[in-house]
């Protein structure tokens, strides 16, 4: 059913990568921040300016984790640390929180401008796995899940939502550790072994690897798909349309 085992009975979705155009919005928002931030510490130190690699840099450290982590462990991996600061931090203050408000203000921006487009592949997916009895969930990082969501016209899509905001109240790790995926499947009524997950980033099919589902689908956008194996998918495809191909 759906190029899926026959034992599955729910679907949880990544958002951003997988049913949503916008990791290209957040990696485009990660790089102007961190390069105004790098390029800002580099000349008061007298050092090197050396910019975030949108590519490298946003798989390995950012994509997936939540926005904190994000910028903690991409900084971290630079060699600076800085305080943690406070979740209401202005946009210019140097502390974790501050450029994590910064970034998001800055995709907030490009959401508004630019608008949000779901992939259609995935749209045709999800409907189909409504249609065969799945449930569905999305579990994002985001804490813009909702909006982005709305914007992209397919809210209604789903029957459960655990994101960023959702995992700060309930106190759940983000992803690489399972806790997102396990409450979304918890939420549906599912246990892991009877879900499968969708995931582009590398930190989230990690995830799904760690909670033990029936199933980790890894999505390629980016050409990949070695990486995604490596780290936990058990089916690679470029586009969910392929897995409907496939029956």
């Known amino acids: 059913m759906l190029g899926l085992p026959a034992h599955v009975r729910a679907c949880l979705f990544d958002l951003d990568g997988v049913l949503t155009q916008t990791a290209k919005v957040h990696a485009a928002a990660w790089k102007e921040m961190f390069d105004g931030y790098l390029r800002e510490r580099a000349t008061r130190e007298g050092t090197a300016f050396v910019p975030f690699d949108a590519v490298d840099d946003y798989d390995e450290y950012v994509d997936g984790r939540p926005r904190e982590d994000g910028v903690r462990t991409f900084l971290a991996a630079r060699g600076v640390h800085l305080s943690e600061g406070s979740a209401d931090d202005p946009p210019e203050a140097e502390t974790v929180n501050g450029l994590g408000n910064r970034k998001n203000n800055l995709v907030l921006r490009r ?23 799945l449930r569905c969930a999305v579990v994002s990082s985001s804490a813009n899940c909702r909006d982005v969501l709305v914007a992209a016209g397919i809210e209604d899509l789903f029957d459960e939502r655990i994101d960023g905001v959702v995992a700060h109240e309930r106190q759940l790790r983000g992803k690489p550790a399972p806790d997102t995926y396990l409450e979304a499947a918890r939420e549906l009524g599912t246990d892991p072994d ?30 990949q798909a070695e990486q995604l194996r490596a780290h936990g998918a058990d089916v690679v495809v470029r586009d969910l349309a392929e897995l409907l191909e496939s029956r």
């Open 111 to 133: 959401i508004r401008e630019d608008g949000v487009e779901p992939y259609e592949g995935s749209v045709r997916f999800v409907h189909a796995a409504r249609e065969a009895g």
């Open 194 to 223: 009877e879900a499968a997950v969708f995931e582009d980033a590398l930190a989230g099919v990690e995830a799904g690897r760690a909670g033990r589902f029936g199933v980790v689908v890894g999505v390629d956008r980016v050409g």
